[in-house]
């Protein structure tokens, strides 16, 4: 399978490139995402493509956006990649892009969690609470949450660490009115999400979505949605509490970081060896495979 580390689409102007999204701009109204290979441990892009992975975000992306499209409106125009690229650059958009409209992003991102895991679990332990939401005592790590919280996070800079800040915070930043829309619609999105994917064998964790407004100040659903980049997925058969369960994403790569005493989880990347790569590269085909029931389409 070939794989794609960086674009070079030189028909449109470039935007920028993200740390696995290079954008480029369609007129004035719409953008050109296209979604690499490239993989981001500890917010630090590796120096190695995990080949067909933009592929797999891209299509997970594309199948919940058709699956959620009820709850919100979403970035999607329907535009083929291949039509605003040169006859020479369509390899590089096949599969893997989106024509989305031009949205202004808002600057928080909706973090929603349903079980305790991660920054959470050591939140909780620290504290009894999530974000400063108080927990019942006694929670075990992995369990399912009584309900699922809604935990901001203010957007950093390429290569920075989100920020997780109180909803009070988040209010004061965008407004009262838009805050509770964004906290009311992603935890609509995630329990329809977790709903659809147990049928599938799959635990939704946790996710995180990102929100922009159009023109007329209308929120959509933008950027990658429920992808294994996005969230936890766990398979429902090997889940049990007391313990951080498998997922399909990159844990084999941050679990081989984990392993080297002499990184200290800042650029430049160290190397990830063969092996390391194509587990990954099994895990995120096997999450698309188990959610949509279709082999990835390449």
Not at 12 to 36: S, W
Not at 48 to 74: C, R, T
Not at 101 to 130: F, H, N
């Amino acid at each position: 399978m070939n794989s794609l580390y960086q674009t070079s689409i030189k028909s449109l102007p470039l935007l920028g490139h993200g740390k696995v999204r290079d954008n480029y701009a369609v007129g004035d109204d719409k953008i050109l995402i296209v979604t690499t290979d490239r993989l981001s441990a500890f917010d630090v892009v590796m120096n190695e493509p995990i080949p067909g992975k933009g592929m797999v975000l891209n299509q997970m992306s594309d199948f919940w956006f058709e699956k959620l499209g009820h709850i919100v409106p979403n970035h999607l125009t329907g535009v083929a990649p291949e039509s605003v690229v040169a006859a020479d650059e369509v390899a590089q958009v096949k599969g893997r892009a989106v024509v989305a409209k031009r949205l202004k992003p808002i600057m928080v991102e909706a973090v929603v969690r349903g079980y305790i895991i991660g920054s959470g679990w050591k939140d909780y332990q620290a504290t009894g609470a999530i974000c400063g939401i108080q927990l019942p005592a006694g929670l075990r790590q992995a369990e399912k949450l009584p309900e699922p919280l809604f935990t901001p996070a203010a957007k950093a800079d390429l290569g920075e660490h989100d920020e997780n800040i109180s909803f009070a915070d988040m209010e004061s930043r965008i407004g009262a009115e838009l805050a509770a829309k964004m906290r009311d619609v992603s935890i609509a999105l995630y329990t329809a999400a977790a709903e659809y994917a147990a049928t599938r064998g799959i635990i939704i964790a946790d996710t995180k979505f990102e929100f922009g407004l159009d023109e007329n100040g209308v929120m959509h659903l933008m950027d990658e949605v429920l992808t294994a980049d996005s969230s936890r997925f766990w398979p429902a058969d090997s889940y049990a509490p007391d313990m951080s369960p498998p997922s399909f994403d990159k844990q084999f790569v941050r679990d081989y970081l984990e392993t080297l005493t002499d990184w200290g989880k800042t650029a430049p990347a160290p190397a990830l060896p063969a092996d390391v790569i194509e587990k990954t590269q099994g895990k995120y085909f096997e999450a698309i495979e188990r959610l949509t029931g279709q082999k990835l389409k390449v």
